[in-house]
């Protein structure tokens, strides 16, 4: 199966501080994403970016959030001034086509 | 809008004993299918899909899942359970067409008795 490379595994920050996530893609997939899971509850789409640009995001996704590519390749999620409630299990996924989504392995944020 | 229903939170089972576990969806159209495995502290692992054609699709470690229209029900089984299966099972949909956000049911955890 495809992999999608996510860094940090762990991180634990302050509140109040920010965060980036990084995803390193799978080669060749065009669609990427991020997903979160608050310890205990179900997956919750976040975001979703084609093409160098968001092409949906859920309520979660608010002005704290951002995505980007910033280099063409990596594609990270900055989490502004975070919170208590951001606390969770942050996934990079990515499709070629859309049709199927491969996650990462990812990143646990703990906010103190 | 779209809904998963996972209706079992937590399922145990001894090892060797066969395993369904339920998925049912709320869509207005058919949509793409999934189950993802998740072991404790891992990533989610494609465990299978259905888009379209045959109804009965395999996967991987054995698995198996069954589209039944009538039924909006996608439930995986496996004939006989293994110990290393202990995982969290989520199953998730997604609209035709591609590009689509998956929809996520919230999990049945699966425990294995020796």
């Known amino acids: 199966e495809p992999e999608v490379t996510q860094t940090p595994s762990h991180q634990v920050t302050q509140m109040g501080q920010e965060v980036i996530l990084r995803c390193v893609p799978i080669s060749n997939h065009l669609y990427f994403y991020w997903y979160r899971q608050i310890l205990g509850q179900k997956v919750e789409f976040l975001v979703s970016f084609y093409n160098n640009e968001i092409s949906e995001k859920s309520e979660i996704f608010d002005d704290q959030f951002s995505v980007e590519r910033p280099d063409g390749s990596n594609f990270t999620l900055k989490i502004r001034s975070t919170k208590l409630e951001d606390s969770a299990m942050y996934f990079c996924?990515?499709?070629?086509?859309?049709?199927?989504?491969?996650f990462g392995e990812g990143s646990w944020l703990t906010v103190v | 809008a779209q809904s998963v229903t996972q209706p079992d939170i937590h399922i145990t089972v001894s090892e060797g004993a066969s395993l369904e576990l339920r998925c049912n969806y709320s869509y207005g159209a058919t949509p793409y299918l999934f189950w993802y495995v998740q072991s404790p502290g891992q990533g989610l692992q494609l465990l299978l899909k259905?888009?379209?054609?045959?109804?009965l699709v395999q996967g991987i470690k054995g698995f198996e899942a069954e589209f039944k229209r009538s039924q909006s029900s996608f439930n995986l089984r496996k004939p006989s359970v293994h110990w290393s299966d202990a995982a969290e099972y989520f199953c998730a949909v997604a609209r035709q067409g591609g590009s689509e956000k998956l929809v996520f049911g919230k999990g049945t955890k699966l425990t294995v008795n020796p």
């Open positions: 259905y888009f379209s054609g045959d109804t």
């Open positions: 996924a990515n499709s070629r086509s859309g049709n199927t989504i491969y």
